[in-house]
């Protein structure tokens, strides 16, 4: 057995990674124009016994892997796509780590089941995976060298295929010192080609591709067994799957949802197409409206993109419209932390909620392998930089290519769909250390549980909530439930938060979150925006405050100059709330209602512009702070790091706040002057 040694590895890893995987994910778009159905077609399914034309929000997780994911499957998680779907409807889940006899000694379940969820592995190496433990199908390719490696290693088998996966010499490999020049060797797109497969795959990959198509049909069949077609419409499933391109571990990950079970033979991966604009041409090409297949694909935590995620390679017009049908949505909140902003200064003004769930480095090797290829996070890699440069290069060739909506995810990695508490969090990358049944900290502190995306449907079915997607009725929290709604127009009431007809009037007066203001009347002054929001009530465990808080934020360019700015618009920023840090016992008022209207003052009819809200709860101690004070290691202990374990050191890093505030962001809503509206 080859093994290789810990500290070439953390080398390695982080620089050549890029190959194929890093445990993050990823999306994509649909092959027509914008599907609005919010109502299956007659004949598809039974009609949901629920059914609002005024929208109901559904709560889900588009962000899932299970055993089929390389990552996921060799840090020890066992879970199948069938598993995962039971846990976000409510079932119990076993996870690592395991003992003798192959029995979970941790088990996880959700305080409240999903609406819906997707399963998105990585398609990347889905046939790999598949030779290597299937003897009886694939004889020869099991007992190669590389297939016996993965058996007996598999700790070291996700390193080991992404080495080979970018063809360079493993086992011939030199020391630290000569592995580092390595970094500036790996093209940024895979050499403008193919990224070779393994050499068991045979001639063109051949052998590897006809394996994916294994677990891409159990992925598929499990969808389709928990996709609930009743009247009861309790639960809904979207076939999906990420592709993982992560050139020199720069995260280009998406995760494409298909809006029916019609979708492709054969996932389009990262080796064959190491664009995005391969990925969507792809697409295109082989899931077609006229046969019953529609797809969009969905950026996750830009925020370990190195500056790549919100490149634009052409700026014509005709990129620019591609990307927008293609990526009606981008994932602003993940296990691996937030992409909304870093703590910049916009229109003279410090936003100081940008500090919240920062992780310290730009890529997906970050500081775990010793922060080789990794500088500080990038504030280009983050959605309210490119919703502003969206406008700058709408100015310019009048299409928008970053026309954002915004949702969250776990990303987990146990196959745990939904798996957001603070409390009890068992960690999604792999369960870390937890994993190994060592002691400590149940990931690394930079990282969080997660959040959820949120759609306002009129019923809980694939074409409903595809529809929301699609136009973009949708938002993000970091993980709590609050119900949240961001209306714009040109008429909104002032008194519009008083009425019992609020949805309504503001469907009726204007649009909701994701839509485009319409043209503004002759007499407008400004557009208006509503802001309503309802506390999560929360369960006995759950994270869950009272509110303190909404924003708006505003983005526009100005004489060629980005600009942003950030209004409160209802609650109270300085209303005490505060947290014991030696007991994690919360003080302090909120709300469990906030509702604002506010109409723009400084609105010029000549600047494009974006509006988004953002709703704040009360702080609350952060999952690390909670494990900490479990442990016995409180402030007074942190007095003296050197009676503190080692897996619990982070627990005394003053880098990592020991609190949180949960919180939710809305999609956008859209202002375009007169001559591109």
């Known amino acids: 057995m080859l093994l290789i040694p810990n500290n070439i590895r953390r080398v390695l890893a982080a620089a050549l990674l890029p190959g194929v995987l890093a445990a993050c994910g990823a999306g994509g778009s649909s092959s027509t124009a914008q599907n609005t159905v919010d109502t299956p077609a007659p004949g598809q399914r039974t009609a949901c016994a629920n059914n609002n034309p005024l929208r109901n929000p559904y709560f889900g997780d588009l962000h899932v892997h299970t055993v089929f994911s390389l990552d996921a499957n060799t840090q020890g998680t066992v879970t199948h796509p069938r598993d995962a779907y039971r846990y976000a409807k409510g079932e119990t889940l076993g996870i690592q780590p395991f003992d003798r006899n192959g029995e979970a000694t ?46 007996a290693s598999p700790e070291n088998a996700f390193l080991f295929f992404n080495l080979l996966q970018l063809g360079l010499p493993l086992f011939t490999l030199p020391p630290e010192l000569r592995a580092i020049p390595l970094i500036d060797e790996i093209p940024l797109s895979g050499a403008g080609g193919d990224v070779p497969r ?39 499933t979207f076939v999906g799957y990420e592709y993982s391109g992560a050139p020199r571990s720069f995260n280009l990950h998406r995760n494409v949802i298909f809006r029916s079970e019609v979708v492709p033979d054969q996932p389009p991966a990262y080796q064959e197409h190491t664009t995005p604009e391969k990925l969507w041409q792809a697409l295109s090409n082989r899931c077609r409206s006229e046969d019953g297949c529609d797809y969009l694909t969905i950026p996750h935590n830009s925020n370990l993109s190195g500056g790549l995620m919100f490149e634009v390679p052409d700026s014509s017009r005709a990129y620019a419209e591609t990307r927008q049908l293609n ?47 990794s500088g500080p996070p990038k504030q280009q890699d983050y959605l309210r930089e490119a919703l502003k440069e969206g406008i700058r290069r709408q100015n310019n060739n009048g299409v928008n290519p970053f026309k954002y909506g915004l949702i969250g995810g776990t990303d987990t990695h146990l196959g745990a769909a939904g798996l957001t508490l603070e409390k009890d969090y068992p960690g999604h990358g792999g369960a870390s250390t937890a994993s190994a049944g060592a002691e400590g900290l149940t990931d690394e502190i930079e990282y969080s549980p997660g959040g959820l995306a949120v759609l306002w449907a009129a019923e809980n079915s694939r074409d409903s909530l595809y529809a929301a997607m699609r136009r973009r009725e949708a938002y993000g929290t970091s993980g709590t439930r609050p119900i949240v709604r961001f209306f714009g127009g040109w008429d909104l009431p002032a008194d519009m938060c008083s009425r019992s007809d609020y949805a309504e009037t503001g469907y009726a007066r204007g649009v909701p979150m994701g839509a485009d203001l319409p043209s503004a009347p002759a007499a407008a002054v400004g557009p208006s925006f509503s802001v309503s929001a309802l506390r999560d009530p929360g369960l006995p465990g759950s994270n869950a405050q009272a509110l ?104 005394c890093n003053a880098d990592f706040p020991k609190t949180i505030q949960e919180r939710a962001w809305t999609s956008p809503i859209w202002y375009s002057r007169a001559d591109e509206s």
């Open 327 to 373: 990526e009606p949505l981008a994932e602003i909140y993940q296990h691996k932390g937030q992409s909304e902003c870093l703590n910049t200064v916009g229109a003279g003004m410090q936003d100081e909620l940008c500090g919240f769930e920062v992780v310290p480095y730009d890529n997906l090797s970050g500081n775990r392998f010793g922060g080789i290829n």
């Open 548 to 651: 303190q808080r909404i924003q708006i934020i505003k983005g526009w360019v100005e004489n060629g100059e980005k600009q942003e700015t950030v209004i409160e618009v209802a609650g109270d920023p300085n209303n005490g709330a505060g947290v014991n840090l030696n007991t994690c016992e919360t003080s302090g008022a909120g709300f469990n209602t906030l509702c604002g209207v506010w109409q723009d003052p400084d609105f010029s009819p000549d600047e494009n512009a974006f509006y988004y809200a953002r709703v704040v709860e009360n702080p609350s101690c952060r999952w690390a702070t909670r494990q900490c004070l479990a442990a016995g290691i409180d402030e007074a202990a942190c007095a003296d790091l050197d009676s503190v374990p080692e897996g619990f050191a982070d627990c």
């Open 106 to 151: 941790r088990t996880t379940r959700l305080l409240r089941p999903l609406d819906f969820a997707a399963v998105t592995d990585h398609a990347e190496l889905f046939g790999e995976v598949e030779v290597c433990t299937n003897e009886r199908d694939y004889p020869l390719e099991y007992n190669s060298l590389e297939c016996q490696f993965f058996r």
């Open 198 to 236: 393994l050499p068991y795959c045979g001639l063109n990959g051949e052998t590897c591709l006809r394996a994916a198509r294994t677990p891409w049909r159990e992925i598929q069949a499990a969808a389709e067994e928990h996709y609930d077609r009743s009247e009861n419409c309790s639960f809904t």
